[in-house]
């Protein structure tokens, strides 16, 4: 018996589903057309009437509410990935035609005059249609307890609480000397 089972486990595992395979391509064309800045690329491989929520709790529906989304905030704001969309495992396979995917991703951003580093978790729906895989729906988050736009607007406040300490304090000198005189 645990002959058997001992063959059992050395046993190579099935062979992929052929939709990942497929899936990997559709994710390298998105991620190479938004680092590449080619936008018409990137919606070739987005569904019509996809729905995004980004990380500032935005949410952006079809392909005109993507397009106006980076026209107003990704040309400026996105400045490349340090890593791009990776996945933990691979796709949930619902049927032949539906799949839902996570991970995390580690991007620089240009907010508040500088430059920050951002890990976030995203999730992806993923149908196929017409024999295309396409991006259906995306949703990114990140740490609200814990990224670096959080940690500046704390070190913001430490430097204006020691900034107001040390003119209380010289002001309260001031006003110590006046007082003896």
Same mark, same amino acid.
């Given at each position: 018996?645990? !002959? $058997? ?9 099935? /062979?992929?589903?052929p939709a990942h395979d497929e899936l990997r391509g559709l994710r390298t064309q998105i991620?190479? /057309? ?13 569904? #019509?009437? +996809? +729905? ?7 949410? !952006? ?9 980076? &026209?107003?905030?990704?040309?400026? *704001?996105?400045?490349? =990935?340090?890593? #791009? #969309?990776? #996945? &933990? ?6 049927? $032949?035609?539906?799949? +839902?995917?996570?991970?995390?991703? +580690?991007?620089? =951003? ?12 995203? *999730? ?6 017409? $024999? ?12 609200? %307890? &814990? ?5 500046? /607007? ?9 900034? /107001?300490? %040390?003119?209380?304090?010289?002001? $309260? ?9």
């Open positions: 018996m645990t !002959c $058997g089972l001992a063959s059992a486990q050395n046993q190579a595992k099935p /062979a992929d589903d991620i190479e /057309a938004i680092t590449k800045g080619d936008f018409d690329r990137m919606l070739s491989s987005v569904h #019509p009437d +996809v +729905v995004i929520t980004w990380q500032n709790n935005e949410v !952006c529906r079809g392909h005109k509410g993507l397009r106006d989304f980076f &026209d107003r905030m990704g040309k400026d *704001t996105f400045k490349g =990935y340090k890593t #791009p #969309p990776t #996945p &933990d495992e691979l796709t949930i396979l619902h049927g $032949g035609n539906t799949g +839902v995917s996570f991970g995390q991703t +580690v991007a620089d =951003y240009h907010l508040l005059g500088s430059t920050h580093e951002m890990k976030s978790r995203w *999730t992806a729906t993923l149908i196929k249609e017409n $024999g295309r895989w396409l991006l259906a729906s995306y949703h990114v988050s990140m740490n609200v %307890l &814990d990224n670096p736009i959080l940690s500046l /607007a704390k070190n913001s406040l430490y430097l204006a609480a020691g900034l /107001a300490l %040390l003119a209380g304090l010289v002001v $309260g000198r001031l006003l110590g000397r006046r007082s003896k005189s």
